[in-house]
């Protein structure tokens, strides 16, 4: 046994310095730097203009570093405009949807991972299905039920409907997880007497903290980015988000692209932040969810 190991220690050395693969491997590298480096252009381009003097904006050919860094374009942007009340009601849309993401998501796909019930397997169809309706054709019915319930002007039709289910793509990703846990902790767990909401709260949600954490970063990115619904509900500038604050902004002073650039970098840092933050379970989520179930 010790020589077979030996063998196939040696075995992996000789691969590991082979030409050949050390120049694929190499490769790679090179590809996917060059290929993050494309993606990253357009913000890269977007942080440079925030931090230029105007007159070299559109300087030809283009000016990459500035000759003079203007850090003062973030507090001029940032004073412009009522900020502080876009991100004080950005955040508390974002935060309370993003909660009802994951607790309606999460409930709904342990009912369809684990519970038997007469057309599950239909209904679940029927959920998938809902992904090919696209959201203009529902936008003036759910506007009119929204209206005669006095909830336009209010954040409660960007919140609530987060409550209800959370979507059918974060359903099936946590489905799909849901799935991949052993039956024996949960035929163990109603052994001693727990009840379903015990099991979905106390054991498949602890053991699911890498989906969960997916399905709460693509909903804190989604209603951070939303335009679309909060133009559609909100009509004061007191309830503004940052997406409509931008809008505002680049209505009232769009010849100013260095300070509307500044305020888009600060609208943008908040949503790296919590990627880069949680990137490790991202990752664990989105590869353990294609393997199960």
Not at 9 to 34: G, K
Not at 111 to 138: E, I, K, Q, V
Not at 152 to 165: E, M
């Amino acid at each position: 046994m010790f020589r077979r190991a030996t063998r196939s220690s040696r075995d992996t050395l000789l691969i590991r310095h082979n030409p050949a693969e050390i120049s694929l491997f190499a490769f790679r590298v090179v590809l996917l730097f060059a290929g993050a480096v494309v993606v990253s252009l357009p913000y890269i381009w977007l942080v440079s203009t925030a931090v230029k003097p105007r007159d070299q904006i559109f300087a030809w050919p283009p000016i990459w570093i500035p000759r003079e860094f203007r850090w003062d374009n973030f507090i001029k942007a940032w004073n412009y405009a009522p900020f502080d009340i876009y991100l004080r009601n950005t955040v508390v849309i974002t935060v309370s949807s993003m909660i009802g993401t994951v607790l309606s998501s999460s409930l709904v796909g342990f009912g369809f991972a684990r519970l038997r019930f007469p057309g599950r397997d239909f209904l679940f169809m029927l959920l998938l299905s809902t992904m090919m309706l696209p959201g203009a054709a529902t936008m003036i019915p759910v506007f009119v039920v929204f209206s005669r319930l006095r909830w336009v002007n209010t954040f409660l039709p960007l919140i609530v409907p987060s409550y209800f289910g959370g979507g059918a793509f974060n359903i099936f990703l946590l489905r799909q997880f849901f799935r991949g846990i052993p039956h024996a902790l949960e035929d163990a767990a109603r052994i001693d007497g727990a009840n379903t909401f015990y099991i979905w709260w106390h054991i498949f949600m602890p053991l699911s903290g890498p989906a969960v954490t997916t399905v709460a970063i693509f909903s804190f990115m989604g209603h951070w980015n939303d335009f679309m619904g909060p133009l559609i509900y909100l009509n004061r500038e007191t309830r503004f988000t940052l997406s409509l604050g931008l809008q505002r902004f680049l209505t009232d002073h769009g010849a100013e692209w260095d300070l509307l650039m500044a305020a888009s970098v600060l609208m943008t840092i908040p949503m790296i932040i919590v990627f880069f933050a949680a990137q490790e379970h991202f990752m664990q989520g989105i590869r353990m969810t294609g393997v199960k179930g």
